[in-house]
């Protein structure tokens, strides 16, 4: 007798002995392409190709049942970072998840253990390098440069600040209004492009209170642009994050200051905004961060000092 089952989602009686998981994930991604923003599905699609798609598009759904997902992870452990293995067994899971609502089957998922993945310890700019590229950026004859300062004082994002219009600036109630990134993205078929997208998250989409230098720097400027032009590139053409990049990495050789990543900028605006006592639920809403534990995790870190003196009280 054929091992059938139930397709609960279609209520439709399925050969699953003859179900190849390369067909379910050809489903799965039919279903999920208007779930997720497009760079996100090209990088499902990457991760499959790449890692499932020799081990598993062949074997039928059944024989994951018994299958060892653990040695699996291992075999990708001794290849690639613990980070990125993390992100593939994620995938895996959903995958599978789907397939046991579909079609009623238990792989006991909760078995599969990812690696952990450390906080790294954030990288931030001294006080004297951020005031020599706040500098250098002031002095600069080059419009283009302004975009590290709007980095350095707002704390947003590459893509964001690659998607920045001059009509997202509103000086009237000095604010920024952050409401599309930027990106490149790689398709297996057609290779990369650049995408004009919403930004990372629900809670991406944000307004950040223009400071006062970022005010007095850009309100003259703005006279000379129409507020759909792009800020980094002064009118309609796109500058990718890559290729802005390139322009940072200048600042900083001109600024005489040792190249750090760009999210450095990030970092060291939202770890001066605690510095100054700026709380980590207002702080969190200005990153644009999912949840303030994010923030809390990432940039709210007493000193051993502190630890010490409220030690100290008992």
């Given amino acids: 007798m054929r091992n059938e089952a139930r397709s609960i989602l279609q209520n439709e009686i399925v050969d699953v002995e003859n179900l190849k998981f390369g067909e379910v994930v050809k489903e799965w991604m039919v279903v999920k392409k208007n779930q997720v923003k497009e760079s996100v599905f090209c990088n499902y699609e990457q991760k499959i190709r790449y890692y499932f798609k020799d081990f598993f598009f062949d074997k039928p759904i059944i024989y994951f049942r018994r299958y060892d997902f653990n040695a699996y992870v291992n075999y990708l452990k001794k290849r690639l970072s613990d980070k990125t293995v993390k992100d593939i067994v994620s995938l895996l899971k959903q995958i599978f998840k789907y397939i046991e609502v579909k079609y009623d089957i238990n792989f006991k998922l909760s078995l599969i253990k990812s690696p952990t993945v450390y906080q790294r310890k954030i ?27 709007i980095a350095l004082f707002s704390g947003i994002r590459i893509g964001e600040l690659c998607g920045l219009k001059w009509g997202d600036i509103d000086f009237e109630n000095k604010s920024i209004n952050i409401k599309r990134t930027i990106q ?76 750090k990543k760009f999210h450095t900028l990030r970092h060291t605006f939202a770890t001066n905004c605690i ?34 003196k409220f030690i100290n009280k008992l």
Wanted: glycine content about 4%; hydrophobic content about 30%.
């Fill in 123 to 149: 990288d931030v700019f001294t006080e004297r390098e951020k005031n020599r590229i706040k500098t250098y950026c002031l002095n600069s004859s080059q419009e283009k440069d302004i975009g590290v300062l």
């Fill in 184 to 259: 490149r993205i790689y398709e297996i078929e057609k290779g990369t492009r650049v995408v004009e997208t919403l930004p990372k998250t629900a809670t991406s989409l944000r307004i950040i209170p223009l400071s006062n230098i970022l005010y007095t720097k850009l309100k003259p400027l703005s006279k000379k642009h129409k507020k759909e032009d792009y800020i980094l590139s002064g009118g309609k053409k796109i500058v990718e994050p890559q290729a802005y990049r390139y322009t940072y990495k200048n600042i900083l050789k001109n600024s005489k200051v040792k190249h």
């Fill in 275 to 308: 510095k100054v006592g700026m709380d980590p639920k207002s702080l969190s809403e200005v990153l644009g961060h999912s949840n303030v534990d994010i923030t809390l995790n990432l940039y709210v870190h007493p000193s051993f000092e502190t630890k010490k």
